[in-house]
């Protein structure tokens, strides 16, 4: 099946600092998603990207679906505080066929922010 | 509006008992995910329920899980018996439709679930 590697598994930041962190995968996904779990929280849908080379921004938070549709990556500006968590990378193939659009979940990146 | 509900949000159970995990998905949505969290595997999906029929279990670990969902507003994940390996994060998650583009996953606050 599908696998996602994500990296950096953890980072430790000073605030105001940009943070970017990207994820890999041996097969193609149709759509790229990237999620944040706050501590005690299930996670959450921040961006959602749908097109190869489609470059999407929601606030301070910019990520890109890879050309080859094999990666993407998340970018963080002047992180704050808030932005401490988990981020997870997921891929999701179309429906059709044998497929129903499963998420297949990176393995996440735990976010430190240091004031 | 109300987010996924999931009940009890903390559990701690001797191993060999009976823990049942339970769900309410937002109003109107038609599917339904459970997945784990652990440290060493991260997200994995249990089983994902399309109108109230389980289309893909294929992550469920083993004989000693099973899910149910009875009605469109209620779901159960049970394990019996419980082991140490068990102990994880139990999220429940509901879509509008079915995983497709556009589609939406939101998650409850999950289930902790402790077995000694």
């Known amino acids: 099946g599908q696998q996602l590697n994500q990296s950096p598994q953890s980072m430790f930041i000073q605030e105001g600092e940009d943070v970017s962190m990207n994820c890999t995968s041996s097969?193609?996904?149709?759509?790229w998603l990237w999620y944040k779990q706050d501590p005690g929280e299930g996670p959450v849908l921040l961006i959602a990207l749908y097109k190869a080379g489609e470059l999407t921004s929601n606030g301070r938070l910019t990520a890109q679906f890879g050309i080859t549709r094999k990666d993407s990556f998340l970018n963080i500006s002047a992180s704050i505080p808030s932005d401490v968590g988990i981020y997870f990378c997921a891929g999701q193939l179309e429906a059709g066929g044998t497929s129903y659009g499963k998420l297949t979940f990176g393995q996440g990146t735990i976010l430190t922010v240091h004031p | 509006d109300a987010g996924v509900i999931q009940s009890p949000r903390h559990e701690v159970t001797e191993m060999g008992q009976e823990v049942t995990l339970r769900c309410k998905p937002i109003s109107g949505h038609n599917s339904l995910f459970w997945y784990r969290q652990t440290m060493m595997r991260g997200l994995e999906l249990l089983i994902y329920f399309n109108n109230n029929v389980p289309i893909d279990d294929s992550g469920m670990p083993e004989d000693r899980f099973s899910a149910k969902m009875p009605n469109a507003s209620f779901s159960t994940l049970k394990i019996q018996p419980s082991e140490p390996r068990d102990s994880a994060v139990y999220f429940c998650?509901?879509?509008?439709?079915?995983?497709?583009?556009?589609?939406?996953?939101?998650f409850g606050e999950g289930s902790w679930l402790t077995v000694v």
């Open positions: 998650a509901s879509s509008p439709g079915r995983p497709l583009s556009g589609n939406t996953i939101y």
């Open positions: 097969s193609i996904f149709n759509t």
